[in-house]
């Protein structure tokens, strides 16, 4: 009790004598559940959630429970998980359940209301004293709910018991939000291997395309060079020119790769883009083989735009 903060009013004092040794149990093993998640982060908020739904289960004696966990109201992020005294997954959860375990999260409040004995929820009859509900609150905002539920026959839940699994619920979404945030933090661990990859690989790039440059350099002054001492043989021409138009094509090459290792910009142009497409024919005819025929219907209104050069 001075631990959790629990109340000794006069209304449950009777009920502490048969349980005293029970709720202690119950909030060291929710503890245990926090510290079980930081010593082995490798659980993940559906793992989580089970371990701590089964303890409950287990500790106040209830048949089947469930859990909504969603951090973000308006997030997309929604984990609802049900499970029985057994440890099977509880699967076959009705809709009105769903819909009023979100009643209760944006509510904030317990249910049942202490004022209220209603024993029906969204029409659906229900024992108010074998079923309990409680938000899942992170600080003062309602991440979501979690309930209990005894069969036909069973001890109904004592106000000890409901006021424990009030003090829960306040532990519970910290172990849940602890464990999105590990998922979170191993995202982003993958990211940063991915951007560190792809910073090597710029890097290597870069490298090349210098290398690339100096050939290109080496082979364009052989080209000026045999055209010198060739005069005018119209043969030679034809192929010098062959082999510039081909080094030309070998530095756009280049300049894309020192533009994909940010180690240059691309020069900004404007270009027709039904001219650029039309260049792209031939090479989109190769790749589609020979029996298919490449047709471009393009649009004559399209105007003129501005984009890097390296881009083709």
Known sequence: ????????????????????????????RQLAG??????APELRP??????????????????????????????GSRLLLGRDRRGDEWSDVETWRQEWLESVRESGRPWPPEEDGSSHIFGQPVDPKRLLAAPLLLGERSAGAICLERGVGAPAFTAEERELLIVLSRQMPVSLEIAELFVERDRLHASLRQAQKMETVGQIAGGIAHDFSHMLSAIQSSLHAIRDRSGRDPGIDTETEAIEEVTKHAGRLMRQ???YARQQGGEQTRFTVN???????????????????????????????????SAF
């Not at 629990?6 to 005293?20: E, F, G, Q, V, Y």
């Not at 589609?288 to 004559?300: Q, S, Y």
Request: charged content about 30%; hydrophobic content about 40%; overall charge negative.
């Open 275 to 309: 001219d650029r497409i039309g260049r792209l024919k031939p090479m989109l005819q190769r790749l589609a083989g020979e029996r298919v025929t490449v047709i471009l219907k393009l649009d004559p209104e399209v105007g003129v735009v501005t984009l890097g050069e």
């Open 1 to 28: 009790r001075e631990e959790f903060g629990l109340s000794s009013s006069a209304h449950d004092s009777t009920s502490l004598r048969p349980s005293t040794h029970r709720a202690p149990n119950a909030s060291e």
């Open 46 to 75: 559906e793992q989580q959630a089970a371990t701590m739904l089964d303890d409950l289960l287990r500790e106040l004696d209830a048949d089947r429970g469930l859990i909504l966990f969603r951090p973000e109201a308006s997030a």
């Open 34 to 39: 926090v510290l079980r998640l930081l010593h």
């Open 257 to 259: 790769l020192l533009t």
